[in-house]
């Protein structure tokens, strides 16, 4: 299948509030410099996980992968950017910690993987609902939400690689190489999942949906950029890893399901067909590898990864139940409409 040709880097989105307007302000201006004058935004207003500060943090993270189109580069490393950053960090990081609540001491990394393995036979998240009642046009809103992460699959947790060491990291490193394709770019699932998007009759562009996803969709990918971007939470970039790997299996069986119901083109089918087989074993080397191999060379990071375990759960548990309300509502859960 012939993808259409897309830039490299992305254009920048539209800005939605005084936060996203400033940063976006911001960076079409000319080559930044390295001097620290304090970007000046009203954040203490900006609910941590509404559209404007979800936005604005998203910008800002991807100056670290693909930047934007006709943007300086030098913007990544500039200081009163970085330093908005951290405050747009604070306060959502704080929200996600006030909702995950207290890890108590005895908690172990182990259970918590126990726990997100074993999902019931019948949900409530659009999985489920896609499986036995879901419309093509519902499948296609999933797969526009999913589409800021599908199509840079990988790249997040890729940051912590240089943060491990020793099983920890060839583990990590070797379902990673899964995720990249194996070596074979026609396998990398960034395109698998272009090929679906096209399939499906969508925009396959990498950010070509940044203007349509609703906040919830945006801060799932932020939370990934957060941990990955941050040694300090490189425990919370595991148990989010982990997470990811051990809830695939399932959940793509339900999208097969649902989209063999929908008679849905192969490509679409392809793509969590995929992930079906190969998750399943991932799942069992991030257990004991990855994460088993993390706590015994580093234990004081048990928490972290418990948390990050939880936090992903926080955060994905937002956009399923802003989907499935619109969807009850038979309205769109995208903010604009697409073709
Ligand atoms: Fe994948
Ligand atoms: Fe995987």
Not at 48 to 54: A, C, N, R, T, W
Not at 207 to 228: E, K, W
Request: a negative charge.
């Amino acid at each position: 299948m012939t993808l259409p040709s897309t830039l490299v880097e992305p254009a920048l989105p539209h800005a939605v509030g005084p936060v996203s307007a400033t940063i976006l302000d911001t960076l079409s201006r000319g080559r930044p410099t390295m001097h620290l004058r304090p970007i000046d935004v009203p954040i203490a207003e900006a609910d941590p996980y509404g559209l404007d500060l979800q936005l604005a943090l998203y910008v800002l993270y991807e100056l670290h992968y693909r930047g934007f189109h006709a943007v300086n580069a030098r913007w990544e490393w500039n200081p009163a950017l970085l330093h908005l950053r951290g405050r747009l960090e604070d306060v959502f990081v704080g929200a996600v910690r006030r909702d995950v609540g207290d890890i108590a001491p005895d908690d172990t990394a182990e259970a918590e993987m126990d726990a997100i393995s074993l999902e019931p036979v019948d949900g409530g998240g659009p999985s489920y609902h896609l499986r036995d009642h879901g419309t093509w046009e519902q499948m296609r809103e999933y797969f526009v939400h999913r589409s800021l992460y599908h199509l840079k699959e990988g790249d997040p947790h890729a940051f912590a690689i240089p943060r491990l060491a020793g099983t920890a990291k060839a583990a990590f490193v070797a379902v990673e190489f899964d995720e990249y394709g194996g070596g074979r770019s026609d396998r990398v699932h960034q395109h698998l999942y272009a090929e679906l998007m096209v399939a499906a009759g969508l925009d396959a562009s990498y950010l070509g949906y940044i203007d349509h996803v609703p906040a919830d969709a945006l801060a799932s990918v932020n939370l990934m950029s957060l941990f990955g971007l941050h040694r300090e939470l490189r425990g919370a970039a595991i148990g989010h890893f982990a997470s990811t790997e051990i809830t695939s299996s399932p959940g793509s069986r339900r999208l097969v399901d649902a989209l063999r119901r929908m008679d849905a083109p192969e490509p679409c089918v392809e793509f969590y067909a995929e992930h079906i087989v190969a998750d399943a074993v991932h799942e069992q080397v991030v257990r004991t590898d990855v994460v088993g191999d993390l706590v015994a060379r580093e234990p004081h990071l048990e928490t972290d990864v418990i948390f990050g375990i939880r936090a992903r759960d926080v955060v994905e548990n937002r956009l399923a139940d802003h989907v499935m309300q619109c969807w009850k509502e038979d309205r769109s859960s995208l903010r604009r409409p697409v073709g």
